[in-house]
């Protein structure tokens, strides 16, 4: 493949290399196999059955047919002349044949139902499982990353479970057959061809730890590849801002290259089973004729024998083939499954306490005592805060950047739990109401409004699904939303793609309040929820406020004056402590770090 000739900053470079998604050392071992088959337990009572069946059925008619051919049809029937036996014979090997080719067409449809139902099944599981991890789960992993264990991963589980696992069987019951078989017509010819077999086990058995390792190198490239392609799509803005495509372009070529060659190196190996196989078939045929016609120069075999030997040796290495394809399959299933099950064995830090009550009506206070907070144990976010929110107040975080605003936002939520410290909603320990219950009555409003592909309609609704239609729009002018809403080409049911990129940052925060409103949450957390709004959209957005906050608790993070002045408390943070709090009028009489942080932000007006 050409590389572009662009040349990569070393930092850019050392942004991409360090990534979770570590390569997985582990034995194959048989009981993490069982944990994924487990997976076709749900289908124990009725496909699974009809397609052990059928495979069970063809296998049988696989082996009953050289016998017929051979033994009955040219030692028995011809060698006596008894055309009627041969009549039967014909008659009946037809019939099987047609048997199969029926047993076939059903075996192949129902594994196919049973296959897809377990991905379906398994993605599902493991998606529901993503979905109740905490927030430092994704912190340390990038959306690429998990979107790989839930497609990519769970795809390559699709021929082990469509095929694999039931051709294992199949293939194990003919190959006992085959070998019980030849053994009766002729254990010293069976013998003679099979000499080669220890040597193939042999040379296949030292392959099998290589080809389990390149494949997971295979999945670790994969997961690379989608991270930086993922983020590469979410900032493209940022990136042609800079005009910085040609240097991710070469960044993605030489990924792209790397996910190529892991994909190469892994298939040389996969690809060596096969020939290994034909080999071993050439030399077995070779001694096949050669001894098998000493034999039957000897007497000690017949015609018919040698030929039904010949059938059942030709069938005998394709079980043996397809056995070296499905322990590639099981390969690969153990380097996917082992990344599948690393997520599924990913415990929420954040679950509810085996005593843990439902509130299902919270009155909105909230206190922290002395609560203290790291996302890296050598940096506290919060050191030893202590405050209370009065039920139905509006309370203001004010601070720069890194003051720890967010953070104490995160653990009303509890997005994360106090690394020590304790935090109540009404008096009760956060810990001792069910998580649910608690975010249900929580809304929070990023600066950043995410807008869901889907219409205006189903964005509101989305804090509450089962809302009529009449309540979403009655929420909408509450807000104020509704005249832009019905300028829209549909109105309400006018569809909006992801993020919402047809409609500007003051619409989009207005479908966030309205969201908000409709869910009639008792805790509202607005986390720099009006920074990007335009001065115009500004008086709609505060008026939205007031309609918004009105009888419920509101945490407010904002830098704006005009949307923290008319709060009831004001807790002024620097470096995780409070250092400052009061009212507006309060703390600008004190001449402190809120009067230096306002008169800053009256200069930087008037300048403009």
């Known amino acids: 493949m050409k590389q572009s000739q662009t040349k990569v900053h070393p930092s850019v470079l050392e942004r991409f290399h360090y990534s979770i998604d570590a390569a997985i050392d582990k034995p194959f071992n048989w009981k993490q196999m069982w944990r994924l088959l487990s997976y076709l337990k749900p289908y124990s009572k009725k496909l699974l059955p009809l397609s052990i069946f059928t495979v069970l059925l063809t296998t049988f008619i696989r082996l009953a047919i050289p016998i017929l051919i051979g033994v009955y049809t040219l030692d028995v029937a011809l060698k006596n002349k008894d055309f009627t036996l041969l009549t039967y014979l014909v008659a009946g090997i037809g019939g099987l044949y047609l048997l199969n080719y029926v047993a076939n067409v059903y075996r192949i449809r129902w594994m196919n139902m049973l296959g897809q139902g377990v991905i379906h099944d398994l993605r599902k599981h493991l998606f529901s499982h993503v979905q109740g991890l905490s927030h430092r789960f994704f912190d340390q992993r990038s959306a690429g990353s998990i979107l790989v264990r839930i497609m990519n991963d769970i795809n390559s589980l699709q021929e082990l479970f469509t095929n694999g696992v039931i051709n294992l069987l199949m293939d194990m019951v003919l190959l006992v057959g085959i070998v019980f078989i030849l053994f009766t017509l002729s254990p010293e010819l069976t013998l003679a061809v099979m000499v080669i077999l220890p040597l193939m086990f042999l040379i296949s058995t030292s392959l099998r730890k290589n080809i389990r390792r390149s494949w997971q ?77 000493t034999l039957i120069q000897q007497g000690s075999l017949g015609l018919g024998a040698f030929v039904s030997f010949a059938f059942y040796l030709g069938m005998f290495w394709e079980p043996i083939s397809r056995l070296g394809m499905v322990y590639n399959q099981l390969l690969m299933g153990m380097a996917s499954s082992e990344r599948i099950f690393e997520f599924l064995d990913e415990k929420p830090l954040v679950k509810d306490n085996p005593n843990a009550k439902v509130i299902s009506n919270i009155k909105g206070e909230v206190t922290f005592e002395n609560v203290w907070f790291a996302y890296n144990e050598d940096r506290p976010a ?207 009489e004190i001449g402190g770090e809120y009067h230096d942080l306002v008169k800053a932000q009256y200069k930087v007006l008037q300048d403009n």
């Open 217 to 293: 190198t295979v999945r670790l490239k994969q997961s690379k590849l989608n991270s930086h392609l993922n983020e590469s799509i979410q900032g493209i803005r940022v990136t042609q801002s800079f005009t910085q495509e040609q240097e991710n372009m070469a960044f993605f070529d030489g990924v792209n290259t790397e996910s190529y060659d892991s994909w190469q190196v892994a298939s040389k190996k996969n690809a060596m089973f096969r020939p290994l196989v034909e080999l071993t078939n050439a030399i077995g045929s070779a001694v096949l004729i050669w001894y098998g016609a």
């Open 382 to 588: 919060l050191k030893g805060i202590s405050l209370k929110m009065n039920a139905g107040e509006t309370v203001a975080l004010v601070g720069h950047t890194g003051s720890g605003k967010s953070t104490i936002a995160n653990l009303i939520s509890r997005f994360y739990d106090a690394t020590d410290g304790s935090v109540f909603v009404d008096g009760i320990p956060i810990k001792d109401i069910k998580v649910e219950a608690l975010r249900s009555q929580i809304s929070v409003v990023l600066q950043d409004t995410f807008i869901f592909s889907g219409t205006i309609m189903d964005n509101i609704r989305f804090g509450r699904p089962d809302a009529s239609d009449e309540e979403v729009k009655k929420a909408a002018e509450a807000i104020g939303a509704n005249d832009f809403i019905e300028r829209l080409p549909n109105g309400y049911e006018t569809e909006v793609e992801e993020r919402g990129n047809v409609l500007s940052v003051g619409e989009r925060q207005l479908l966030s309040f309205a969201r908000s409103l409709l869910a009639d949450p008792r805790i509202i957390i607005l986390d720099e929820a009006t920074a990007s709004i335009d001065t115009e959209s500004e008086v709609k957005i505060q008026q939205a406020l007031k309609t918004l906050l009105k009888g419920r608790t509101a945490v407010i993070i904002a830098h704006r004056l005009s949307t923290i002045r008319e709060a009831d408390t004001i807790f002024v943070l620097d470096h995780g402590e409070i250092i400052e709090q009061g009212n507006h009028q309060r703390l600008m």
